[in-house]
């Protein structure tokens, strides 16, 4: 959140020579107020009433690679930026920060806040989700000072989101990661809140994100749909350049970001949400931007002219929605059949092989695992992505103009080790 603006004798003389030496740039703890500790490693201050732990302590080494990473993704000067001081409040009991004077000037706030040069963390159920906390309201701060502002809201909390999903292992920190698992991020939850969102409230539009506010209620809703249009975004073959324009430096805290780049996209919008559709129907853990992102518009270029009657289009096991070169009207019959096997799992060097119909001992999304399933993306923006069942065939009905695409039912962070194809044959008005 951001608001404006081995020899017993020697080894004790060689732990004391090695504080000597170390001291200068080590934490120096102060117990500063009552509870309150502090400590300063170059341009990092960290202040909290919790115990100085070695997860703590690792947070300048920490900030220092994060620093390091975004000078070099957003050329910014590493020498400008080593100057600019942050002091990070880490608070278990908020009582006591208030009590300090440490809150004062702060409006109040639910989970982090960045303001200027302190941020402010209030303590959380993991280790990996309070730094993921710290290095969203970090990221805020980077922002604040290398481009003068966040940008709007959307962009603001998706950019602090994409930065602060992060793997750090072995002292080693890899920042604006897509998890493969649940495991790695324990309490993170986006991917939970994204699909609890739609079953509750249904999907929402990207212009409804583009226009989002800084209301703390929902906040967590906003923050992880926010990241969800910014991961889509800088991801996507042709929107990325023109969000890097939109976006470029200097930046404020208000809706002008968001007006520059719906300007660049409106002689395209209603793409931008089909493209959308097809990115959140796939968003998961293991999701791959290069291999899962599909841009529709290009690759419906010229299927609205003239009908083929009957096509065959083959299906690779191992990719995400592949469209069957087919524009269908509104009430028009295809008719659907498929046939191949392919190996929808590796496990223990066995193959597990898979027909259309799917493998019926595993499901996923009510339906068996590797099962050919449709998507049917409408003209109309305002219909949402019709998912059906195909197996070894069907017959679909158009319910409005549109496109079919097709795919194997699989989470899109088990299909890696996939492989095959299936060929399926449509017939528009016919049988199968
Ligand atoms: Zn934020």
Redesign the pocket.
Known sequence: ??ILPTCKFWTPILVACLAVLIAPQSRAQVESTAGIKRFTKDQWTIVTDLPIDPEIESWPGILDQALATWCQKWSIDPVQAKSWPLVVHCIGDRKLFEQAGLLEGVPPFDD?FQQADRVFLIEQPSNYYRRHLLL??AT?WAMYHAFAGGGSPWFM?GM?EVEGTHQWINGKLSLAIIPSDPQGVPHWGRFKRLSDSIAAKGMPSLKQILYYGNDRQDRQDRYSWSWAACVFFRNHPVYATMLQRASAAPLDYSLKLTQLFENSLADRWDWVERDWKLFVDEFDFGYQPTSNLIALEPLTKDLSEGLPKDLSVDVDSAKGWQIANLFLRTGQQVGISAEGTYVVRMQNQQAWESSPSGISYQYYRHMPMGKLIGGFVSTDTSRPLDVFAIGKQTEYVAQSDGWLLLRINEPVGKRQDNSGKLTVRCAIGSRP
């Open positions: 959140m951001r982090g969203h309201e805020h909390e602090a």
